[in-house]
Nanobody, 124 residues
Framework: QVQLLESGGGLVQAGGSLRLSCAAS????????VGWFRQAPGKEREFVAT????????YYADSVKGRFTISRDNAKNTVYLQMNSLKPEDTAVYYC?????????????????WGQGTQVTVSS
């Protein structure tokens, strides 16, 4: 079992930055693919970014490419999402998720473990 805990959300003005953290317990996160998803009110939960366990290859949704960066610190068993140039449309609850051998990175069902989420609100 892997327990995931997100932190770092908050209220920020458009153009600002936030760094989200996803701290894991129970298992070593370095052997998992870890993704970030987000869900805005009234919308489906959508893929944001993933970092593969192998060689730390990263993938991003087109909507965040060039603005968000996913990374991991294995010593702290934590994955981060650095979010720059935030826009009001980035407002959502952000969730981290972990899975082994994720094949379809954007598919929620591929991830076995989920955190409770952290709220990000971007004001215009």
């Amino acid at each position: 079992q892997v327990q995931l805990l997100e932190s770092g959300g908050g209220l920020v003005q458009a153009g600002g930055s936030l760094r989200l953290s996803c701290a894991a317990s129970g298992r070593t996160l370095s052997s998992y693919d870890v993704g970030w998803f987000r869900q805005a009110p009234g919308k489906e939960r959508e893929f944001v970014a993933t970092i593969k366990w192998s060689r730390d290859i990263t993938y991003y949704a087109d909507s965040v490419k060039g603005r968000f960066t996913i990374s991991r610190d294995n010593a702290k068993n934590t994955v981060y999402l650095q979010m720059n140039s935030l826009k009001p449309e980035d407002t959502a609850v952000y969730y981290c998720a972990a899975g082994r051998w994720v094949r379809v990175l954007t598919a929620r069902a591929e991830y076995d473990y989920w955190g409770q989420g952290t709220q990000v609100t971007v004001s215009s």
